[in-house]
């Protein structure tokens, strides 16, 4: 079999720039990522579990190959820290933290990659520290923790084969991608654009050797157990897809421009637009054009689809990169880069107050300005008083009906939080339809008494023989959930067994459609 290797560049592709690079300054590189996890491990365990913690909390007790909204690296993830460190918030947010300060060490590398010298990648690192996508994926544990990371590193891995022509770069790519894939798919997004920005703007000899397919291959194989677990229950993801993409359509266009400009940071958006002009005018950087037509194509094809905005944040942040090579060459007067750092100071000043617990909740919900845009603080506070809201409809009831009752959360935010903080208000189980909720648990035949938070009354009335209201979720905070009623439903028309498919259903979680973001509110949900 012969081999089939390019060693030199054809008549129509540039060369790369020169191999020789400036050492990695690693001292200042690792401070300013173990400062990163140092802070996001301080503030922790202020305000509470964000509503998709408490969903990933839940689905680490029910571990499977696979949920209806997401692979299971994460539920597996979580299940090893509670494990390891118990179920505490602190904890739980470790492997993000520690994500995060990978996250931040990358972005030297690729400046290094693109022939930034000490001072660009010291930049690089400040401003990746600064950034909005590190502080929120390093705060939260969720899905976007490894799709950050596995974007951000296929596309430094890609950088680096084309500057090294070292075709066995596809071998750690495929790793990374395989990895990738049993944590989030949208990670095939950045594929395709990356791929489509090759073969459009070259180059191109990175496809002709045998180490591409066989790096499929392998990405495949390691994703497979997620992938097949797809495929044989029917394509759930493309159904959430669709779900997601409906309930959000108008707020993601209306949006999107927007959150080009305020998912890496306002005051940085001037660095990564930066460097993606760079990339794609620069001679010296043109191998590395597809990176920057890749954000056009993805902002194109995200616009058509009807795609959230927030999706291009990790190529920006590949961009910002690039953008801290530029700054460093621009900034060559103590004006300047007081500019540089003025800027890299205000935004992650902005980004820490707006993405990070950092201010007492209060003060949140009291300035007009953060209770419109910190709609995340507001997803971490509330749950424990919901809990003992729907504990005090529970002790209403009478001791005997008590024995019989089970509570049932319209969404998994709900659900979860029964399920983290019932316990110490002696509540019993509680179960969701939604998404892979459903697939937790049903309640028994036994169970002829349910407590509802934020159901359907029109739907939950036409299953069982009485339901009556027993008031409403309150706070004071602008919590999405404020609003949610309670209902009591007694005597289930049909087996559990058959009411559970009726009341299973995909999609994005009432609080969160467009009218409900926009409002800060979820008191027309139902």
Same mark, same amino acid.
């Given at each position: ?5 390019? &060693? ?79 179920? &505490? ?51 939260? $544990?969720? *899905? ?10 296929? *596309? ?25 894939? *049993? ?69 993601? !266009? ?34 590395? !054009? ?7 194509? $993805? ?12 999706? &291009? ?18 900034? !060559? ?10 800027? *890299? ?167 969160? &459609? ?13």
């Amino acid at each position: 079999m012969t081999t089939v290797q390019a &060693t030199a560049p054809s008549a129509h592709e540039e060369p790369p720039p020169p191999a020789g690079l400036t050492p990695v300054p690693w001292r200042p590189v690792l401070l300013t990522a173990a400062a990163m996890t140092l802070s996001l491990l301080a503030l922790a365990g202020r305000h509470g579990y964000h509503v998709d913690e408490l969903y990933t909390r839940a689905a680490s007790r029910h571990l499977d190959w696979g949920y209806v909204d997401q692979p299971p690296l994460v539920a597996l993830v979580a299940k090893v820290e509670m494990a390891l460190f118990g179920d &505490t918030l602190l904890g739980f947010r470790l492997v993000p933290a520690l994500l995060a300060s990978l996250a931040v060490v990358l972005a030297p590398l690729i400046a290094r990659e693109l022939g930034g010298g000490s001072r660009a990648q010291i930049l690089a690192g400040f401003m990746a520290f600064a950034s909005g996508l590190v502080m929120y994926t390093g705060h939260i $544990m969720g *899905t976007n923790n490894w799709d950050e990371l596995s974007w951000i590193t296929v *596309t430094w891995l890609l950088i680096r084969m084309v500057r090294t022509r070292n075709t066995r770069l596809w071998w750690a790519i495929a790793v990374v991608v395989g990895v990738g894939l *049993t944590a989030k798919y949208l990670l095939v997004l950045l594929l395709l654009c990356l791929g489509a920005g090759l073969l459009a703007f070259g180059p191109r000899w990175v496809f002709r050797t045998w180490r591409f397919p066989a790096a499929v291959a392998v990405a495949v194989a390691i994703a497979s157990p997620v992938l097949v677990w797809q495929v044989t229950h029917g394509m759930p993801q493309l159904e959430m897809s669709a779900a997601l993409s409906k309930a959000l359509e108008s707020l993601s !266009r209306t949006t999107f421009l927007p959150m080009q400009l305020l998912l890496i940071g306002l005051f940085l958006s001037p660095m990564w637009i930066a460097g993606l002009v760079a990339l794609l005018r620069r001679p010296e950087w043109r191998p590395y !054009r597809f990176v920057g037509w890749a954000y056009p194509l $993805m902002v194109v094809v995200l616009l058509v689809v009807g795609g959230q905005g927030a999706y &291009t944040t990790s190529l920006q942040y590949v961009l910002l990169a690039a953008g801290a090579v530029v700054a460093d060459r621009w900034a !060559r007067s103590a004006t300047r880069l007081g500019v540089v750092g003025g800027l *890299t100071g205000l935004n992650a000043l902005s980004c820490a107050i707006l993405l990070l617990p950092t201010l007492p909740i209060n003060v949140y919900a009291s300035n007009p300005v953060l209770s419109g845009m910190a709609i995340v603080q507001f997803d971490q506070v509330g749950w424990p008083a919901m809990t003992q809201q729907v504990s005090t409809v529970y002790r209403s009831l009478p001791a005997d009906e008590q024995a019989r009752t089970v509570i049932y959360g319209n969404h998994y935010g709900q659900a979860g939080a029964i399920d983290k903080y019932g316990p110490e208000y002696g509540l019993p189980k509680a179960y969701s339809g939604h998404n892979s909720y459903a697939d937790f648990g049903r309640p028994g035949d036994d169970k002829t008494t349910v407590i509802t938070i934020g159901a359907d009354p029109k739907q939950f009335g036409a299953l069982f023989e009485s339901c009556e209201a027993r008031g409403a979720y309150e706070n004071a905070l602008p919590v999405s959930d404020d609003g949610q009623k309670f209902m009591v439903c007694r005597g289930p028309l049909k087996p559990w067994s058959d009411l559970w498919e009726e009341l299973r259903w995909i999609g994005f979680q009432c609080p969160y &459609t467009a009218e409900a973001i926009t409002a800060h509110s979820t008191k027309g949900c139902d």
